[in-house]
């Protein structure tokens, strides 16, 4: 799934590829949110991504190349 992060004061989005559902990426916005604490997350190649508390403005997804479309 393709993951987009706006960030404050930053004019281009950070964009991932995440092998986690959409579930489980606004679980990890929402608790980054509701502890004030950074959001980490994996793309599909194992790297991790960190915003830092308070800097990103919302988080949205697509589907990626791989998604299956019906």
Excluded: W
Excluded at 26 to 46: S, Y
Excluded at 51 to 65: A, K, N, T, Y
């Amino acid at each position: 799934m393709e993951v987009k992060i706006g960030i404050q004061n930053v004019g281009r989005e950070i964009v991932l590829e995440s092998a986690q559902d959409a579930d489980a990426v606004a679980k990890l916005v929402a608790d980054a949110i509701g502890q004030k604490n950074e959001l980490r997350l994996t793309d599909d190649k194992g790297r991790v991504i960190i915003v830092p508390f308070p800097g990103s403005r919302g988080c949205g997804h697509l589907p990626g190349p791989h998604a299956s479309r019906s």
